[in-house]
């Protein structure tokens, strides 16, 4: 537990979720859909916050790393930290953690990548980082 914290020292929570039945499959596990869904939209309000502008749109989600299952009732915890920033673009790390309350344990559920675009008001990205300097 105290080595996958020192591994969040660098990273803030993004968003937090509890796993419910609609959340599992058939053998007891959180779909990979769902939480994929959870980081995207964790870490989209996070670039939003950071950037202070909002007209964003997920263009990849690269090395998504699937490491353990997460079950009925953990807290998912989605953690985030901006890895790279283009002229239009800002790509964030995340990690998902399951923190089962009852057990006080914490797994990483998934790592992924996720680049988002910046758009102007007609839905085409444009250089928003150009002139932008260090969050």
Known sequence: MQDLKAKLQDMELASQHIVMAKDLNAHGNLFGGTILAWIDEGCAMYVMGKI????????NMQDVNFSSPGRLGDIVQIY???EKIGNSS?????KAIANDVAKQSLSEIIACKITYVCLDEFQKPFPYFKNYVKI
């Open 90 to 94: 800002i790509t964030i790390y995340s």
């Open 52 to 59: 202070k502008y909002s007209n964003i749109v997920t263009v």
């Open 80 to 82: 985030a930290k901006v």
